[in-house]
């Protein structure tokens, strides 16, 4: 049987709650209610609580499905936008109910680390020469199919909602390096893998990571990670599993992660 | 590295849309709209979409955590349930934020296939019995810290809302008996894995194994799962793998669950 | 001071719930769930509760704001459309917000009773002839500025959402009358003042009224009116108060409409 | 008919949008998104637009209901709160649904005029002596079934929402005095008609005015007016018309009140 050998599993989630740092697009984020509540003088001694989520599928730690972006109308594969395709519920196209369980080998590039700050902040973005040192220095090599993630650190500051939002992110250049390695996804621990309010220069284009990994390369991004405790213990290779919801024609769900490690590495 | 052993990757999550099958208490179910749209006429050639999801926590394949239900308003391990634990926002205690990501032996129980039938419906429930022998036919052995799937066999009518809402259920005996084995957690093909409606003659609820289960062992409950591809494939062990989203305070979340077979087993 | 004239007033707004009847694309309607609760053992004896209330501006008894249609995609007055105008957030022109108290003089048209049945269904659509039959059979004149109610006598069925939603309609020579009469809004007991589903030969669009009424005249129309009370008295002429929400670029908003009738007429 | 003498009609309703100041209670207040949209490539020259409304019926212009509020458990006239009548969906008594359409004589009681200030603050309560003295000064006599509405000034700054919340309130002796009087309604132009956060040394609860008023007079409590527009014209005296949403089991309602006033007066 698989699993054989014991893992330690980290748990890549940052939690959820009204509050947590959203991108304002999304706001207001993530709302949970209880109506349903255990009360006594009801019929039966076993009582039921439960609620209602009101929640933007990109708010808290989440997956970008292919849908999510365009450039000049066009989605990932060239399937132009149109009402059939864009609809008052979602797409029939690259909706997020088409992204497979996601197991894969990952890899931490950890570019706060290889600075030596402890977070990076807006104003100095990660560059491809960052990721290629970091990767450089961990001994790591990245391949076709595999999930890479980026830690700037802020994934500390995940409950002060201000600061959070003034991180750091990856630039275009950064961006067009991962794709051509081919990987499969790629994660932060920032609200937008990009660097928030940013045009880049060339493309012309605000969050052009996105454009150049979801829309020209079909990779997914994944936002918000918690990349703490796996920087902390210097695992840079592990197992990455995702899970996206099937919200048939979502542009995103929200995801918990996870990496595993094996005890004897 | 881990899964060196190439596997194959049953989904077991029912997709999910508005008008999907749901419990009544937990009606509308989901909701997903798309509000914001790729559109020409903006000032980039990068365009967004995304949209809100309105949900009820138990709604499509989910897991419930403990503090779903209580039994004379005590919750899993004598908590009694007051206002400071049981809030607007969700419970402080036993939310599903406090469910670990669940990776453990899974095993396959289908009762369908043992009593030859394509479906089990309301009015003949699954039994200790039945699954005693299940598991004897298969060869399986349950220990403690698996996690069982019981099949119905419903999970090929998830399209029918109708229909689905009559499917059979597990009874009190059954459930008991799967405590005591120590499970970590149970799942099945149907909408609230007891049979809707039945009250149990000798604990004088309805919907029994939730009380045996979550209030009395502690042991998950998920619901709404699609055993179909496995049971096609007649895999009865796998790797079970399933990562409740941390919606702090939550009584439950939707759930993308997986189980890994290795492909020469 | 006004009102002198002690006056009866007729509440015209429908009962709102989960599972009154909705026209499709606005389902689930309207859901309300309490999660804030009165409950003991907090700090005060004074306690709160409260909900959330997530609905569709068209649910229950509501008023069509004038961006809710387009005709070739120009709103009425000849604006077109565009991202800077239709946002994810709602309309920039021609919001619910823009429609003022309205307070005007009210006509009941009660077809229903002119034609002597219980009501009007499907199929046998309110006629530009019905109108002005029904109008002199009253002995009522509609002039500019007034605001012309018709009754198909399906607001005595709310109760049964199926049968309520095969309710009879206003035909387009019908709109077109009441446009060329400048009346400043109409309303009906119905979900979608047209006859749902019907496509008008001339115009080639389905619910021809909204295209005539809200895009052509900018006139606005009023569903789901309650008119039993107002016809059982044969009260053909009353003053109209109508207060849409300023729900900032909304396309509806639900009301209360009411009519005053001078206790002695 | 009645209205023959033209009314000027002053619309007390803030506007309704994502960040207007709300109690904190009630975030995130009211949210709107647009998911159906005019667009072309359809089938039809007509289009429609909709969208989804995801509110607190507590946020913005609204009206308390009476099972808002209880004292000790019990709603005004003495009604134990139970599950039977607290329940996930609302209240089956004393729900929004039970206050009638309120059309009845207004007072202003300008109260920041008649302090010579802007606008009250939080420190400075409105008192007893504050209401008794404005009424004189303006002339104004206060009746049973009267509708008294308070000015304290901050519907001026309903844009600055973190200003807002810091309003003044109307204590408890003020609206004792105003229940003695045995008014229908009161109204004011801040977020809770009491001060926030002040705890009543003689009733030991907050928000005092919602338990003198709403649980033990059944006196309705309405917030977030906009009386700048009658305080300006000096307008003491007018028909109030206030329609709540009849949203069964709602604790409240959101509302567009109008005032009405001759024109020649």
């Known amino acids: 049987m698989d699993f054989a050998t014991p893992s330690h599993v980290y748990d890549l989630e940052q939690p959820r709650y009204f509050g947590a740092p959203v991108f304002p697009s999304h706001a207001p984020g993530f709302v949970y209610s209880l109506h349903r509540r255990h ?21 808290g730690t989440h997956i970008d499905a292919l849908c999510h972006q365009a450039e000049e109308m066009r989605l990932y594969g060239g399937q132009e936008v ?40 807006a104003g100095s973005p990660v560059t491809r020469g960052d990721l290629e040192a970091t990767a450089q220095a961990e001994g790591m090599a990245i391949g076709g199919g595999d999930i890479v993630l980026v830690r700037t650190g802020n994934g500390a500051i995940w409950h002060d909602a201000m600061a959070y939002l003034r991180a750091g ?43 150049i990994l979801l829309v020209r390369h079909g990779i997914y991004i994944i936002e918000n990670l918690n990349l703490e405790e796996l920087a902390r213990n210097r695992c840079y290779e592990f197992t990455f599993i995702c899970l996206p919801l099937k919200m048939r024609g979502a542009t995103g769900s929200p995801v918990r992660p996870v990496a595993l490690v094996p005890v004897h590495d």
């Not at 794709?179 to 937008?192: E, F, W």
């Open 169 to 211: 992110g990856i630039n275009a250049d950064a961006s067009s390096w991962l794709a051509s390695l081919r990987v499969r996804a790629v994660g932060a621990d920032n609200i937008a893998w990009d660097e928030v309010g940013v045009v880049d220069p060339d493309l012309k284009v605000s969050l052009p990571g996105h454009l």
């Open 82 to 121: 149109n009402p059939q395709i864009q609809t008052p519920a979602g797409f029939t196209v690259l909706g997020v109910e088409t992204i497979p369980p996601l197991i894969a080998r990952g890899v931490l590039l950890d570019v706060a680390h290889y600075r030596a700050v402890e977070r990076i902040e």
């Open 39 to 59: 009360e006594q003088g009801v019929s039966e001694v076993r009582t039921s609580a439960s609620g209602f989520v009101y929640m933007a599928e990109h708010s």
